[in-house]
């Protein structure tokens, strides 16, 4: 759980509110922006295309996806600190709805090939990021899973949906904060994410993170 101070806010408005902090701190360069959320009818609407383009007459978006993007339309948080040795910075840059099954770049692609691949949900690098396992013949949960393309190493992640922002807010979306919920991730690369974690809680007066 978080320090005391931040509140009930949705993850989404925390990270938003943390980058109004960083924006006024001289010590960091940031940017936010939000994409508009997707009202119910017009998931629905998207839930048709899929299943027609797709040609699974009964698919339903996961409930657990639904109620992310009930919170945010997709977002992107970008950050550096100054003047660090270290070149701290972060990105938390979570895709559309609409993108997370199928980007422009995918037209040529059918529905079905899309998803039955790990799909781009938070962006942390090119050919590096945070990837949702959407099977379409399964009613559970969506698995996140940390896909690295350069070094072709797949990671789950000991993270749901329903909490991410939360998780990527107390984490100040440090840059590859995630693989901290990682398995088999070597100790010397926890202890630098903590870290970079805790210098950057510590820069915008947040305290730490609550284990």
């Known amino acids: 759980m978080s320090s ?3 509140g009930h806010a949705t993850g989404a408005a925390r990270l938003r509110m943390i980058a109004r902090a960083m924006e006024k701190n001289a010590g ?11 009202a119910p009818s017009e998931i629905d609407e998207w839930e048709k295309v899929v299943r027609e383009e797709a ?7 996961p409930a657990a996806v639904r109620t992310f993007y009930a919170e945010t339309g997709g977002l992107s948080l970008q950050w550096v600190r100054k003047h660090s ?3 701290a ?9 609409i993108e997370l099954f199928q980007r422009d770049d995918e037209a040529d692609i059918g529905m079905g ?3 039955s691949s790990p799909r781009p ?3 942390v690098q090119e050919q590096e990021f945070v990837a949702l396992l959407l099977d379409p013949r399964s009613s559970a949960a969506p698995q996140l899973v940390y896909l690295d393309q350069a070094q072709q190493s797949l990671v789950p992640l000991d993270l749901d949906l329903p909490s991410y922002l939360d998780r990527a807010a107390e984490h100040c979306a440090v840059f590859r904060w995630q693989l ?12 630098e994410l903590d870290g970079a974690v805790s210098e950057t809680r510590d820069a915008l007066g947040m305290g730490q993170v609550h284990k």
């Open 55 to 61: 040609a699974i007459a009964d698919y339903e978006i």
């Open 28 to 38: 960091f360069e940031a940017s936010f922006e939000e994409w508009p959320i997707m």
């Open 89 to 97: 910075r972060g990105v938390c840059r979570v895709v559309s709805l």
């Open 180 to 191: 901290l919920y990682g398995t088999a991730v070597p100790a010397t690369l926890r202890r």
């Open 121 to 123: 949900f938070d962006i």
């Open 4 to 6: 005391s101070g931040e």
């Open 85 to 87: 040795a270290d070149a």
């Open 113 to 115: 090939e899309c998803l």
